[in-house]
């Protein structure tokens, strides 16, 4: 069975400053990988995902995350967040084929003033 | 397009009661499912459906039972609500079939056993 492990619970960081959410996934076969954000009183929302290609992924609102296979790893970025990026970040995956969804923990980001 | 409408967004039920989350979409998707959301917890998958007639059990079922009678509608009943259900539930859809697009999801329902 496939996991996801989202290291940080919550993340601070000030407004325009650089951002990193972390993300660690566990499977035995080949995966689809997610992040989803979800603002406050809101359903989820997709933000990007890696299905195959080019290890590094764009998504909306200038987020970005890249998939390492060796390192099993999917962290989503972004150079400068905003006010509006507070939300909590949820990291997927479904396995190839497939179209169960399961998500990690979540990560609640802080924009701090 | 309405996406994926839930109702209702707010209930509170006493200990034993049954009731049932509504969920419709309107996008002619396949895949349809419930998770529920806990702090700390992530989003945990109930139940899911991958078409008419065709359900499976998530993660955690007990307490909850659905049917899926048409393409459109994805219910989700508690039979005898529990103090432990309490939670924010979110009904998704997808295309299915393996495609890996994305899932929409419901505004949620917040609900509350006391």
């Known amino acids: 069975a496939q996991s996801v492990t989202q290291l940080d619970s919550q993340v601070p960081v000030f407004e325009e400053a650089p951002v990193e959410l972390r993300c660690n996934y566990s499977?035995?076969?080949?995966?689809?990988l997610f992040w989803y954000v979800q603002y406050p009183n809101q359903g989820l929302q997709l933000l990007l995902k890696?299905?195959?290609?080019?290890?590094l992924v764009k998504g909306i609102n200038g987020f970005e995350a890249e998939f390492n296979k060796s390192q099993t790893s999917f962290h989503l970025r972004k150079p400068s967040v905003h006010i509006s990026d507070t939300a909590e970040y949820f990291c997927?995956?479904?396995?190839?084929?497939?179209?169960?969804?399961?998500f990690g923990k979540g990560t609640r980001l802080h924009i701090l003033p | 397009n309405a996406g994926v409408t839930q109702t209702p967004k707010f209930q509170v039920l006493k200990t034993g009661q049954s009731m049932t989350l509504q969920c419709a979409q309107d996008?002619?998707?396949?895949?349809m499912s419930w998770y529920r959301q806990d702090p700390g917890m992530g989003l945990r998958l109930i139940h899911y459906?991958?078409?008419?007639?065709?359900?499976d059990q998530g993660e955690v079922p007990n307490g909850y039972n659905v049917s899926r009678s048409t393409t459109e509608d994805f219910p989700l009943r508690l039979l005898s609500a529990a103090p432990s259900q309490t939670s924010v539930y979110f009904c998704?859809?997808?295309?299915?079939?393996?495609?890996?697009?994305?899932?929409?999801f419901g505004q949620g329902t917040r609900l509350t056993v006391v």
């Open positions: 459906s991958v078409g008419a007639g065709i359900t």
């Open positions: 998704a859809s997808s295309k299915g079939g393996g495609f890996n697009t994305e899932a929409f």
């Open positions: 997927a995956v479904t396995r190839v084929g497939d179209d169960k969804i399961i």
């Open positions: 890696y299905l195959s290609g080019s290890t």
């Open positions: 499977s035995s076969v080949s995966v689809y």
């Open positions: 996008m002619n998707h396949e895949y």
